[in-house]
C-alpha cells in the first residue's frame, strides 16, 4: 500500500467538507510536488524550510484521513491472512518461510 502524494481534493479542502475559502487557503495548498523548481520536495532534500514543512505534512495529513477507512481494511485483511496462514507478498504465515 503507497501513500499518493497527489490529491485533488486537498487543493479544494481544508479538512474533509471544508471548502477553501480564503485567498491565504487557496494559495497555502496551491504548489507542486513533481514541479517544484526550488527542490523543496526533493528526495535527496532532508532540510525544510516551514511553508514546503507545513504543506507536505498537511498533504499528507489529509490524504491519511480521507483514506482511513481503505488503510484499516488493507491492514486488518493482512492480519487476517497471517493468522489463517495464507501467503502475504510471498510470505507463508507468521515464519516467513515462502
Avoid at 514541479?35 to 511553508?51: A, I
Avoid at 514543512?53 to 480521507?66: G, V
Wanted: net charge neutral.
Amino acid at each position: 500500500m503507497a501513500y499518493c502524494c497527489v490529491c485533488l481534493l486537498w487543493c479544494c479542502f481544508v479538512f474533509l467538507g471544508v471548502p477553501r475559502k480564503t485567498a491565504e487557503e487557496l494559495d497555502f495548498a496551491n504548489f507542486s510536488i513533481f514541479e517544484d523548481s526550488e527542490g523543496h520536495y526533493s528526495t535527496f532534500n532532508f532540510h525544510y524550510t516551514p511553508k514546503p514543512f507545513d504543506r507536505l505534512t498537511k498533504l499528507c495529513e489529509f490524504n491519511t484521513l480521507l483514506g482511513e477507512q481503505t488503510i484499516k481494511d488493507v491492514m486488518a485483511d493482512c492480519v487476517r491472512k497471517r493468522r489463517e496462514g495464507k501467503a502475504v507478498n510471498g510470505m507463508n504465515g507468521m515464519n516467513g518461510n515462502k
